[in-house]
C-alpha cells in the first residue's frame, strides 16, 4: 500500500506545484475581492501527523481562527485553514475595516464572515488546482468557523480520524497584504477520507 510518509522528492515537488497553483488562484481572487494587490506564497508543503501540526501554528493555548470546509465531489474529505487569533484580525481587518469584536478571543458577525470568504477562496482555489491535476471534479461546502485555543482545535479534528487517516497534507501559505511590509502566515491541511488518500497518492506517483 502506497503510504504519505514514502513520498519521494518528486512527489512533493509535484504537491509544491499544485500547491503554488492554488496560492496564485487564490491571490488573484483575493485581489478582486480587497480591490489591492494581494500575493501568497507556499514557503513549505509537508506530510505530518495531524497531532504535530499545532506547533507550527502556534503554542497550545494560544488562539487561533480555523475555517473547516468538507471535500465533496469525485473524492471526500476535510480541509481546514488555519490562522493564529492576530493575523486573523489583521486579515479581516483588511477586508472590512475595524469592527467592535465581540469580546476577547472572538470576531464580530462581519469579521467571521470576512474570514469565511477567506477560507471559501483559498480552500476552493486549493480544491481545483488538485481537481485539474487528478482530471477529478472536487468542490468545497459552506466552510465553518471556529475560534478556541490550537490545542482545542486541532484536538476536535484528530478525533475524527482513525489512525489510518492521521497523515495530512499541511500547506503554510505567507499572504502578503497591500500596505503591509510582512506577510501574515495561514496553515491549509488537507484532510483527506481513505478512498481519496490513495487516489491521491496513486495520481502522485504516477506523476
Not at 97 to 103: I, L, M, Q, S, T
Amino acid at each position: 500500500m502506497i503510504e504519505l510518509r514514502d513520498l519521494k522528492a518528486t512527489q512533493l515537488d509535484a504537491l509544491r506545484e499544485i500547491a503554488n497553483i492554488g496560492a496564485g488562484h487564490a491571490a488573484t481572487a483575493l485581489s478582486k475581492l480587497l480591490r489591492g494587490r494581494v500575493m501568497i506564497s507556499v514557503p513549505e508543503i509537508s506530510v505530518s501527523r495531524l497531532e504535530d501540526v499545532g506547533p507550527m501554528v502556534a503554542a497550545p493555548e494560544a488562539p487561533v481562527a480555523a475555517v473547516l470546509m468538507h471535500m465533496l465531489g469525485d473524492l471526500t474529505g476535510r480541509t481546514l485553514l488555519v490562522f493564529p487569533y492576530d493575523t486573523a484580525m489583521s486579515i479581516t481587518r483588511q477586508l472590512v475595516g475595524d469592527f467592535p469584536a465581540g469580546g476577547p478571543g472572538q470576531l464580530s458577525p462581519m469579521e467571521q464572515s470576512a474570514l469565511k470568504e477567506v477560507g471559501n477562496i483559498v480552500g476552493s482555489a486549493y480544491l481545483t488546482a488538485l481537481g485539474d491535476f487528478m482530471n477529478v471534479m472536487l468542490l468545497p461546502s459552506p466552510p465553518s468557523l471556529a475560534v478556541d485555543m490550537t490545542a482545542a482545535i486541532l484536538t476536535t479534528a484528530y478525533l475524527q480520524f482513525s489512525s489510518d487517516r492521521d497523515y495530512v497534507f499541511c500547506i503554510e501559505n505567507d499572504f502578503m497584504m497591500a500596505d503591509r511590509d510582512t506577510a501574515l502566515r495561514g496553515y491549509f491541511l488537507l484532510l483527506p477520507d481513505p478512498a481519496a488518500l490513495h487516489a491521491i497518492l496513486r495520481a502522485l506517483h504516477l506523476a
